[in-house]
């Protein structure tokens, strides 16, 4: 039987390959003390390593990640209903990208120039545009965390960044360094991807 909680730990660290504890810590809907027993667990079993102050990822953890998501998948009894809803998302990532792009970059007389943020009523377009992207990805949400309620973290987190845009922090519609829309975007993309076993559309 899977255990949840580190299957959502080693999911993060085979998704970003080796992140600091307090990263781990701020991005998984798992209390602290939790993740460092189960960080702890998947060092004495050899699935991750401690470097400096990071933890990375060993060849035998990724190993047990495509174990633990077949027995995912195939235990579910729904494997075929998984890789349609997951065919959804893929369709729903095209749009993203190019959101993302249009966010980053403008085009300004044919010419893409960074998109310095100084006009309101473009960004605001886009940030209204990633409101109607979000209900449709949450449709898909629902109906993949009915199968997998696993998954239902990451509706709670897409809210929370999506909310933080509209309040004017922007920075966490596409940031690096924070939770951002993208960032979460990215994590669940690759973990539906693995998941699935369906090839990315680029």
């Known amino acids: 039987m899977v255990d949840w909680d580190e299957f959502l730990v080693l999911n993060y660290l085979d998704i970003y390959g080796s992140s600091s504890q307090k990263d781990i810590e701020n991005n998984i809907e798992i209390v602290e003390e939790k993740i460092r027993e189960i960080l702890s667990d998947l060092l004495r079993r050899g699935l991750v390593r401690r470097a400096d102050d990071r933890w990375e990822i060993e060849h035998a953890g990724r190993e047990e990640m ?3 998501r077949r027995e995912v998948l195939e235990g579910s009894g729904r ?3 998984i890789i349609s809803y997951c065919k959804e998302f893929e369709e729903l ?5 190019d959101l993302v792009t249009r966010w980053q970059v403008k085009n300004e007389g044919g010419v893409l120039v960074p998109n310095d943020h100084s006009d309101p009523e473009y960004d605001l377009a886009i940030i209204r545009e ?6 449709k990805t949450l449709k898909v949400l629902e109906k993949l965390s009915n199968v997998l309620p696993i998954l239902k973290t990451y ?5 929370r960044a999506l909310n933080l845009v509209r309040r004017g922090e922007i920075e966490y519609l596409s940031g690096v360094d924070v939770q951002s829309y993208h960032n979460i975007w990215f994590e669940l993309h690759e973990g539906l991807l693995r998941l699935s076993g369906l090839k990315r559309v680029e």
């Open 79 to 81: 494997r075929d209903e």
């Open 93 to 97: 990532n095209t749009w993203f990208k």
């Open 130 to 135: 990633l409101g109607e992207l979000h209900k």
């Open 155 to 159: 509706i709670m987190r897409l809210n």
């Open 66 to 68: 495509k174990r633990l």
